[in-house]
């Protein structure tokens, strides 16, 4: 059977009470199509879209929480896990990719026991993959917050990774 | 008016019309996958594509109106090889487990591929990978076997209102999925079956119980009962190929015999006993001033959708058991003592057109003799499944007949499958007993027909009795709403969870799309119900000999303390908090 997406949240009053009131502005509007504004303001609120949050949207809306769970996972720009303190990108362009950037992305993956867009447990780390970020001349290219760590091995990510720890 | 030829045939239809429903008028069928009449109408599939003279491309003919002059072929090389591909990638990413599938012959995948000639093995690659979901009593979900039609989604949220199940990600990764992955157990699903009865593949199907049941018939130990509820006779023959709506009660009986039940009883009885339990239950609210309007009971599809999403108005509910579960527990109480048979050693299966019976009899508060009212529930498809593998040629049986005691029932008891059949036969009953008097006719046309919602008023003996009748969930929700608000006075409400009641329930043979497009299976099915009453001697619930002497020998009269502790339940509220 499949396993739940469970992730940690914690999200205060103050930021329910942002989402209600952004969310009783939009349905002002009254038009259809509020879904997607929905999202991208909870995100804006909250950082990520996790299930407590998508409920509230889902009552707000009055849809399903698996319809909410269905457009929010469609779109590349939404995602169901936090921003760790360490952003971790590594780009999987055409050049980093032939550089073997793609290994040291399964690499990451592997060590830190997440998938790309999650985050861990302990909100440290979280992964995403990114497209070309100009420096195609250092590939493979990963970047954690605003450090860019160029011509990567496989080898090299764990050292990488304990800098931060 | 628009004019059109399609395949040169010059064709005449209203504006608005689909190249799909014109084609059928110039006797041209085009197939589909993802269509569904009314309810998933939205040209994902591209299985019934067609060429239209001066367009760019091929058109999905189940969505595109037709224009004046368009000219349509629906049978080119380049339409048959546009169809054959679709095919053949949907195989691609498909486990072919076909040879053994619950729906091998009944599959709209197959049937096509066949038809076409496809290659299954023409494209090979990664084959998305899911495991089953296996969470709950009542069915299983094999996104491996899905072709993302969306068919059962739409179901659940445009017809059952619930929508627990919704498309999530996004291309090759798009799957149909409860919210965050969850399992169907631990969603909001009210266990209709609605899904698996318009999925074209075996992604959807009802968790099987039958090898359960072969091991109670094989234990000698095990006095092994069966009885049908009263909508699995008007649809069982289509297994065996039958007009859809033959009543075959009669080959049923006997192929029950020849599966090796010991008893052969019939849940019409227990439909009979509901209606004493519920009438004297709504005429007590009434008098009383009791919770109103009292909302029936029998539909656990619908029981657990007021536990879900109007727990509120739990309070409304009927607390009578559903005439299965009082059938069972009838058996394992009043039947057991009266034949000396101890109520461990009784094994009752429930042949029923339903998937949420087999979460009903895993309820609390339903084992009235100390072990469970009910032991297993068979749906209508997996009787047939039973009767075919045991070699039994059902077509060539003689007509059989139910057991005494509990076998005995009135026109009333059948037509229970039909929506507005419960409310009929407690009025039937009701009326008689308010007025004293007996009915000079018997039948309640106003709560007939296959309406989503029904209203109508009676006034029985200065008591003015306002009632409704709706079914699928979708109707439902608006009478919720309603009674909620206070927006209505209605004394008695029938609520069936799956539309036309459970003669189209979620356990009855499945019917391709093509066929629910042309045939109301609602109505059909019906009819072979209403056609039972019409032609039985006794109409009436309360005039059913064998209820009344059940009352006289052991519950004493409808009502009693005896007759609360085993045939009536209690409810959950399950709403998310």
Redesign the interface.
Known sequence: ??????VPFNGTKEQEEKLREELAQLKKRGDNGLMIAALQKAQDIYGYLP?AV??IIADELG????????VA??YAQFS?YPKGQYKIGVCLGTACYVKGSGDVYKKICDTLKIEGGQCTDDLKFSLDATRCIGCCGLAPVMTINDDVYGKVSVEEVEGILAKYN | MVHLKINNIPVEVKEGTTILEAAKVAGINIPTLCYLKDINEIGACRVCVVEVKGARSLVAACVYPVNEGMEVFTNTEKVRKSRKTTLELLLSDHKKECLSCVRSTNCELQKLSNEYGCDENRFKGVRAEYEPDTSTSYLVRDNEKCILCRRCVAVCKHVQDVAVIAPARRGFNTHIACAFESNLGDVACVACGQCVAVCPTGALHEREEIDNVRDAINNPEKVVVVAAAPAVRAAIGEEFGYPIGTNTEGKMFTAMRMLGFDKVFDVNFGADLTILEESTELLDRVTNKGVLPMFTSCSPGWIRYVEYYYPELIPNLSSCKSPMQMTGATIKTYWAKKEGIDPKNIYFVGIMPCTAKKFEKTRGDENASGYPDVDAVLTTRELAKMIKTSGILYNELPDGTFDNPLGEFTGAGVIFGATGGVMEAALRTAAEKITGKPLDNVDFKEVRGIKGIKEAEYDLNGIKVKVAVASGLTNAKQLCEKIKKGECDYTFVEVMCCPGGCVNGGGQPIQSAYVRRNTDLRAARAKALYDEDKKAKIRKSHENEAVMSLYKEFFGEPGSHKAHEILHTSYVDRKHK
Do not use: H, N, P
């Open positions: 059977m499949a396993k739940k997406i469970d299930e998508q409920q849809v399903s929480l698996a319809e909410v769970y269905g996972t469609f169901l």
